[in-house]
């Protein structure tokens, strides 16, 4: 299978649906968070991240979910506006709950982490009701995040979201994006994730992550195989599995395995790669592109984002990207 089929003419070529955050990336690098005294904020988490990310490429694209009634909040309504995303899939609460964030810490380009502050978080709380059909209709690609599956109502809402993907015919991308913080238990992350695994056209995520969808599967080898095969055997088109600095392997459901060429970076931080690579991958598929290029094409970009302090503001342009491949020799 050199590539994966999407719905033509829809005004809209992806959606997201899930977190909603503020990242709060460090300024002083290179030492610990006890040491580190101001911060830059930016618009964060991951599906918000893919979808600016798109966004930037050039793509139509609006995000479902649910922002706290403060600052921050309007920030990044604000935020998401200004990089052309429909934003009528984002309502408001108003019980109280806050925006979410995260602190992250550079110690050095290898050794970063993140301090989450996720208690009673707004995004959690979206529920069925205010999931926008209309927007999954006339999408061709739904980008869920996994951390939205955490609590509910928004763990409902994701799996309505997901049956009006399959009811409409639109391709349906699950990103893992395990938190664990968010959740209560690991036999409770394994079937929810699994229930929307089943439903999901192409999944994407760490063997670490497939390690834990996996928990009442059989894969004490931790195979790579093992694990696409069984997606396959449902309506997965695609199962890509991230190695970390060894790349990622793509398997397609003819069979077919393809894995991603690293390009170079003056690494800043680690954080974010993920995401832009995630959407040049998508981009790059939704341009026809086969497999094996589309990874190029996001590991680019994901080189590029670790490149920068920020995330979100660091998501590049279709030509950023391909003067990037171009300067590296690999055009």
Known sequence: MDSIAFAADRPLDFTAIGRLCIDLNANEINRPMEDTVTFTKYVGGSPANICIGMARLGMKTSFIGKLADDQMGRFIQSYLQNSGIDTTGISTDYTGAVTGLAFTEIKSPEDCSILMYRDNAADLLLAPAEVNETLIANSKVLLVSGTALAKSPSREAVMLALQYARKHGTKVVLDIDYRPYTWTSADETAVYYNLAAEKSDMIIGTREEFDMLEKFSNNSEHSDEFTAKQWFDCHA????????????????????????????????????????YAAGFIYGLMQGWPISRSMSFGSAAASIVISSHSCSDAMPTRQQVDAYIEAAGRA
């Open 237 to 276: 088109e695609i199962v890509i599995i991230k190695h970390g600095k060894d790349g990622s392997i793509a398997y397609d459901k003819d069979g077919g395995s393809h894995t991603s060429e690293i390009f170079p970076a003056k690494v800043v931080k680690t954080f974010g790669a993920g995401d832009s």
